[in-house]
């Protein structure tokens, strides 16, 4: 049994993280409301902070 496949499926899995969360981080500096940009990368809701 190889290890190959699995070296190959993990690094797919942290390219697509890294990818998303750099497109999610610009489309929240954008502001875009359109895309859904709220100024939170981590949240849709930004009155959650004022709790």
Do not use: N, Q
Request: net charge neutral; aromatic share 10%.
């Amino acid at each position: 049994m190889s290890i190959v496949p699995f070296v190959f499926w993990g690094a797919s899995i942290l390219s697509g993280v890294v990818i998303y969360v750099s497109v999610a981080t610009v489309i929240e500096k954008s502001g875009l409301k359109r895309l859904g940009a709220t100024g939170h990368l981590f949240t849709c809701d930004p009155k959650e902070d004022d709790k």
